[in-house]
């Protein structure tokens, strides 16, 4: 994390894991803390988080499952990615701020690594590259059956606030597709314990909370 002050938290999952929700969940959680009182509580989402970087998740998140060339996703993920962490994350954390961010590079190792069947050594080297390495202190990733999880986005329909399009192209990619994800974030968080903590997403939407909590808290025990 270099010279940054702030803290920065991920929150990594297949699609319908429930992310969005425990992410304003925990945000809502750090402001009525008398500790985190002067800090800033920062939520964001990739791809996106600043307006380039939206215009960038409707070209990604739209249209047909196989519209677009494995490596164009890949470079459009890490260009709304540079954008950013390079206008909103790090300014945030450098003033001393925590940002909570829905997805980061572990979406991009699980989807465009595992998934797609890129190599996950170029994938660190373009993270390196680009973003300086810039890391998470803590991710939590939540971990749901893939069928289970595709099965509760169905209701969710039309979510973009910007496009007004479907925002469905990765959850209409085959379901073969979803259970390589998945299991890329499962060899993710075994491969690098000490930062990405696995909580169980199949309980009710409080437990999920409570676990989430107990994990920051031993995380960061000043809170
Ligand atoms: P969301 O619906 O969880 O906001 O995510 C949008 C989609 O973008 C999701 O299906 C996963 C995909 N994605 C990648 O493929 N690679 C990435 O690096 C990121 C951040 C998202």
Redesign the pocket.
């Known amino acids: 994390m270099g010279a940054n002050l702030g803290r920065f938290i991920t929150f990594e999952g297949?699609?319908g894991s429930g992310?969005?929700t425990q992410i304003n969940m925990l945000a809502d959680h750090l402001r009525s803390l008398p500790s985190m009182a002067q800090v800033d509580v920062v939520t964001t989402?990739?791809?996106?988080g600043t307006p380039m970087a939206e215009s960038i998740?409707e070209l990604?998140?739209t249209g047909e499952p196989n519209s677009m060339e494995a490596k164009t996703?890949?470079l459009l993920?890490?260009a709304?990615?540079v954008e950013h962490v390079q206008k909103l994350i790090n300014p945030v954390l450098q003033k001393g701020g925590w940002v909570l961010c829905?997805?980061?590079?572990?979406?991009?190792?699980?989807?465009?690594g595992y998934?797609r069947g890129m190599s996950i050594e170029h994938l660190l080297m373009l993270n390196q590259w680009a973003l300086s390495g810039l890391n998470p202190d803590l991710t939590i990733f939540l971990k749901i059956d893939p069928i289970i999880g595709l099965a509760r986005?169905k209701p969710r329909g039309t979510?973009s606030e910007h496009s007004g399009e479907a925002?469905d192209?990765?959850?209409q990619t085959g379901a073969e597709f979803h259970k390589l994800?998945y299991d890329g974030f499962c060899k993710l968080s075994q491969n690098n314990k000490e930062r990405i903590r696995s909580i169980d997403a199949n309980q009710s939407i409080d437990n999920v909370q409570k676990s989430i909590w107990e994990v920051v808290r031993s995380a960061f025990p000043n809170l």
């Open positions: 297949g699609e992310k969005s989402r990739e791809p996106g998740r990604l998140v996703e890949l993920v890490m709304a990615r829905d997805r980061f590079m572990d979406s991009t190792l699980a989807y465009q998934g986005t979510n925002e192209r990765f959850e994800v």
